[in-house]
């Protein structure tokens, strides 16, 4: 699968542009805050609705503009189909494909695969829980609809059970309610939990390799998925610790609290890791990302490289770009690098000034 264009009318720095891609390696490159990781935004939002920058419909429109639109034609097994995204300050957004509105987002997962690679994907590993929870979150949803429909369940739900822990002090029968919310909360957030655990399992047998690939084999990586909760004992923790949720009106308990641990030789390289074990083993999960789609779908997934090549060295350089050879690869850079010139044939590249290709 490869995307074939994209076209914007007021989206972020974009006025209007409309840019065609090869199904193998692009760059677009320019000084920065010029629009370059736009584009690669918008292109996420067209696989998956939302923005990898956790940005809000009404901040990613224009200024000054009321709505924005996004057009993408994409390639998949030989046949062309097109996205298109209308986003509204005013309103919710609304998706078609080909032509033909949808009603719900998880319609839309699955028609492409993206895997996007910036600076932030290396503090992956060194930064708190909830960036390794979005990190299995992304990926997860873009494999399985009824994931995405699990976590959006959960979340409301989650939502609810902590707006009535807000009310208990102030307002009598309040506490009933909250059997309501833990049946439905251990319900669905079990089958999160066995979601997570399956993906950092298939995960786990990939990136073994890849690792020892960096490392010349001198270190052994190992990932463990640390579930706040277990399945078995979901609604009787929600129960236990009721009355410490309405003391702090906050749920304390279930796959919102989720963790996965990285280790090498047995030590937590969250903790205990260098700068270099640690962009390795970030390196290393993302090139195990690419290789874990790439099973489950049957196909290439497309890839956006976000200025990460500049926060590589040359080693972790070279096995990032021998991973893409044979997928469509959208690269931002602030030049035309040298390394690129040399180590890969780019297909497309282009150079963005000021929201415009020049």
Known sequence: MFVESLALMNFRNYESLDIQFSDKINILYGDNAQGKTNILEAIYMSATTRSH?????????????????????????????????????????????????????????????????????????????????????????????????????????????????????????????????????????SAIIKERANFISMLNDIIKDIHKGLTSESEKIELRYEPNVDIDEFKTSLYEKRNIDIKNTTTMTGPHRDDFGIFINDSDVRVYGSQGQQRTAALALKLAEIELVKKIINDDPILLLDDVMSELDTRRRDALLNSIKDIQTIITCTGYDDFIRQRINVNKIYKISQGKIV
Request: charged share 35%.
């Open 53 to 189: 920058k956790k940005s809000k419909d009404k901040d990613i429109i224009r200024f000054g503009e009321e709505d924005s639109h996004i057009r993408v034609n994409i390639k998949k097994r030989d046949v062309g189909h097109r996205i298109d995204m209308h986003l509204r300050k005013a309103g919710n957004k609304g998706v078609a494909i080909d032509g033909i509105p949808i009603k719900k987002s998880t319609e839309l997962f699955g028609l492409i695969n993206i895997i996007i690679f910036s600076p932030e994907d290396l503090a992956v590993v060194k930064n708190g829980p909830g960036e390794r929870r979005r990190f299995m979150d992304m990926e997860i949803c873009q494999l399985s609809r009824i994931y995405y429909s699990n976590l959006s369940t959960y979340n409301k739900v989650l939502d609810q059970r902590n707006s009535t822990l807000k009310q208990i002090a102030y307002k009598s029968g309040m506490e009933e309610m909250l059997d309501v919310w833990d049946d439905q909360l251990a319900e669905v957030g």
